[in-house]
């Protein structure tokens, strides 16, 4: 783990020195605190241009794993975009190394220190759900149970107690997987944004997954 906080903090001074500074998004408790073999980007908010995002990515290596910065004022329109340019970059380097995985950085408040999430497999659509899983064949064996974000009282008045009280509502087989699907709002902050896939990556229960589709509507 010092190697990470090492690095990231050396960044920091770097992006200091420059009138740069990245606000990471905040979560209770991270499941992931140490991740080996790293090279980091960043995407940094700018106050007095709030349209622009400047992603800094000069010293990312695509055989590690991915350590993504952002700063959680950004709306999910803003730097969607760009989170999906880094996923297909990755993914399109002949260097890159089996089992790297990519994942955001946030701070950890349980542990006052950094904590992770992966995003290596999500796939970010910016069409409803509905119209993509139309074109799409069904999947057999899974019941999908939609989760949609469109305000910020809808991230304030959401709970693992809540979600799990919803989900005992829901009827499906037996021999079935229960699949939860992610809507935001693209107005939505990435602070919100990782504030709900903590919480719904900490929930425990058998036979519920979490699909790897999420979707940024309008």
Request: charged share 25%.
């Amino acid at each position: 783990m010092k190697k990470i906080v090492f690095f990231i903090i050396i960044s920091f001074f770097y992006s200091c020195g420059k009138d740069k500074v990245i606000q990471l998004p905040e979560i209770q408790h991270a499941n992931i605190s140490k991740i080996d073999d790293v090279s980091a980007a960043y995407l940094f908010f700018d106050e007095t241009k709030m349209d622009s995002v400047d992603l800094n990515r000069k010293n990312i290596i695509s055989s590690t794993n991915w350590l993504i910065n952002v700063d959680k004022r950004f709306t999910l329109k803003q730097v969607i975009p760009h989170i999906k340019f880094l996923q297909d970059k990755k993914e399109g380097s002949s260097h890159k190394k089996e089992n790297t995985k990519n994942y955001f950085t946030c701070n950890d408040l349980s542990r006052k220190n950094l904590g992770f999430i992966e995003f290596t497999d999500v796939v970010y659509h910016d069409e409803p759900g509905a119209d993509y899983f139309s074109k799409t064949a069904n999947i057999p064996n899974k019941t999908q149970f939609n989760l949609t974000f469109i305000s910020s009282e809808d991230i304030k008045n959401f709970s693992i107690a809540h979600l799990k009280s919803d989900l005992k509502n829901v009827s499906y087989q037996q021999n079935e997987t229960l699949e939860i699907i992610l809507h935001f709002h693209k107005n939505l902050t990435f602070q919100h944004y990782i504030t709900i896939k903590s919480i719904v990556l900490n929930l425990d229960l058998k036979s519920v997954t979490i699909s790897n589709h999420e979707f940024i509507f309008n």
